[in-house]
C-alpha cells in the first residue's frame, strides 16, 4: 500500500470517527434532555457534514479512480438514528453528488447503488446493533465489505459492459476499497458501543451508589429510632410492675416523653432533610424568623445560663420556607449554648452585604478541630449524648435548597462561628 493511500485512509477515519467521538462527548448521555427533535438534527447535520468531507476528500487509487467513505456516515445514521435522517443525509449527499457533475450514466449509477445500500443496510439493521457488542462488530464489518463489494462489482459490469479489461490492479484496488469500508464501518460501530457500554456501566454504578447510601442511610435511621423506643419501653415495663412509688413513677414518665420527643425529632429531621424541595418557599424577612426561634429557644438559654444577643439589621429579605429557616436557626442556636456547658453568650449577628444576607451565629463554647468541622453535616455525626447528630445535616441541607452557604470558622476552647451566606432579594420586591 502507498503512502498516499495510507494517509488518505487515516484522514477519512479521522473525518468519519471525530465527528461520531464529539457527537457522544457533548450529547450522547444528554439526548434525554435535549429532545428528540434536535438530536435527530443534529445527527443530520453531523452525519451530512462527514458524508460532504468523504466526498471532497476521495481515495484516489490511480487515474480515473475515485472511491471515497460517503456510505460509512449513511450506514451509521441509520443504524443508530433510524430511517428520517438518514433521508435527509442521503438527500444532501445526493445533492452535492449532482452538484459534482459527471456524466448520467455515472450520476445514475451512484443514486441506484445509493438507493441499494440503504436498503441494504436497512435490512441489516437488527442483526447489528441488536447483538453482544463483538457480534454487532462482525454484523457491521462484514456489511461495510458488503458495502463496500456493490460499488466494486458495478465498476466491473461498466466496465465489461464498454470493453474496457479489468485487470488485477483494479481488482485489487476494489478488494482494498472493500476492506478499507468494512474497516471503518467496524470501527465506527465499535466507538459507538463501547461509548454506550461505558454510559451503561457509569449509569449502573451510579445507581448502585444512590442504592449504598440509601440503605447505610436507612439502616442508619433504623437503629438511631430504636434506641429512645428501646428505652421509652423500658422505663414503661418498670412502672407496670406493682408497688412503684409515685415520684418514681413521675420520673420514668418525664423520662419516657423525653424519649419519645427524641424519636420524633429524629423523624421530623429526617423528613426535613427528605423532602426539602416540596416546602413552599416564599419572600420572608429573616429578622423576624430568627427573632420567632430565639423566642422559642429562650427557656432553654436560661436553663443553660447562656445570655443571647442580637445584632439585626432591618428587612433581611429572603426567599425561603418559613419553618424549615426556624427550624435552622434553632439547631444552630441549640449548638452553640450546648457549646458552652458552663453558660456564656451567644450572638447573633445578621447583616446585608453586597446581594447576600449574611447570619452569623458565634459561641465562645468548646469549638471544633478540623477534622470535626469536616464531619459536621454527617448523618447522625454527634458527640452529644443526647444529641441526634441530625440538626447539621438538615441545616446543611436547607440551606443548600435556597442556595446559600454555611461556613465554618472554629477554634477547640475557643468558640465557633457559623456564617449563613443567603442570596438576598430587595427590600422593594418584599410586601
Ligand atoms: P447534635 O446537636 O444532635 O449532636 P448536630 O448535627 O446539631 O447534632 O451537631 C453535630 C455535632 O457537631 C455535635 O454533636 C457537636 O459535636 C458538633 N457541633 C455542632 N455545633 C457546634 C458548636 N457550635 N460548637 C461545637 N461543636 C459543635
Ligand atoms: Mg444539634
Request: with cysteine; glycine share 6%; aromatic share 8%.
Amino acid at each position: 500500500m502507498s503512502l498516499d493511500v495510507i494517509n488518505q485512509l487515516l484522514l477519512n477515519m479521522l473525518i468519519i470517527i471525530t465527528p461520531v467521538l464529539l457527537y457522544q462527548l457533548f450529547w450522547g448521555d444528554r439526548c434525554h434532555q435535549i429532545g428528540a427533535k434536535i438530536n435527530r438534527r443534529i445527527i443530520v447535520i453531523l452525519g451530512s457534514l462527514i458524508a460532504v468531507l468523504c466526498m471532497v476528500y476521495p481515495f484516489r487509487f490511480s487515474d480515473g479512480f475515485l472511491y471515497d467513505l460517503r456510505m460509512v456516515p449513511l450506514a451509521a445514521c441509520i443504524l443508530y438514528a433510524g430511517i428520517v435522517p438518514s433521508l435527509w443525509v442521503a438527500a444532501v449527499m445526493i445533492c452535492y453528488r449532482l452538484f459534482l457533475g459527471g456524466s448520467f450514466t455515472a450520476l445514475s449509477l451512484s443514486l441506484v447503488l445509493t438507493g441499494i445500500l440503504m436498503v441494504l443496510l436497512w435490512r441489516s439493521k437488527p442483526y447489528i446493533v441488536t447483538g453482544s457488542r463483538s457480534r454487532n462488530v462482525t454484523a457491521a464489518a462484514i456489511t461495510g465489505l458488503l458495502i463496500g463489494l456493490l460499488p466494486a462489482v458495478s465498476s466491473c459490469i461498466t466496465f465489461w459492459w464498454i470493453g474496457e479489461p479489468i485487470t488485477m490492479r483494479i481488482v485489487g484496488y476494489f478488494g482494498l476499497y472493500s476492506l478499507i469500508t468494512a474497516f471503518t464501518l467496524g470501527m465506527v460501530v465499535y466507538v459507538v458501543e463501547q461509548i454506550k457500554l461505558n454510559s451503561r456501566q457509569r449509569n449502573q454504578s451510579q445507581q448502585a451508589d444512590k442504592m449504598n447510601v440509601l440503605s447505610d442511610l436507612a439502616a442508619s435511621f433504623a437503629h438511631e429510632i430504636r434506641n429512645p423506643l428501646t428505652v421509652a419501653r423500658g422505663f414503661v415495663q418498670i412502672m407496670k410492675q406493682p408497688g412503684i412509688q409515685d415520684d418514681k413513677k413521675a420520673l420514668y414518665t418525664n423520662m419516657v416523653l423525653e424519649e419519645i420527643d427524641k424519636a420524633q425529632s429524629i423523624v421530623t429531621d429526617y423528613l426535613s432533610f427528605a423532602k426539602p424541595h416540596l416546602e413552599a418557599i416564599e419572600l420572608v424577612d429573616a429578622k423576624q424568623l430568627i427573632q420567632q426561634a430565639l423566642s422559642s429557644i429562650e427557656p432553654y438559654a436560661k436553663l443553660c445560663r447562656v445570655d443571647v444577643e442580637t445584632q439585626l439589621d432591618d428587612k433581611l429579605i429572603i426567599s425561603a420556607n418559613r419553618d424549615k429557616f426556624v427550624q435552622c436557626m434553632i439547631h444552630l442556636c441549640k449548638n452553640g449554648i450546648e457549646a458552652m456547658p458552663s453558660g456564656g453568650k451567644l450572638q447573633i449577628i445578621g447583616t446585608v452585604q453586597n446581594r447576600s444576607v449574611c447570619i452569623d451565629i458565634i459561641d465562645h463554647g468548646v469549638g471544633m478541630t478540623p477534622d470535626e468541622i469536616r464531619r459536621l453535616g454527617t448523618p447522625f455525626y454527634s458527640t452529644r449524648d443526647k444529641g441526634t447528630g441530625l440538626g447539621m445535616m438538615v441545616t446543611y441541607r436547607v440551606i443548600q435548597t435556597i442556595h446559600g452557604k454555611i461556613d465554618v470558622t472554629s477554634e477547640v476552647g475557643k468558640g465557633t462561628c457559623f456564617s449563613l451566606l443567603i442570596p438576598t432579594l430587595h427590600a422593594t420586591s418584599y410586601h
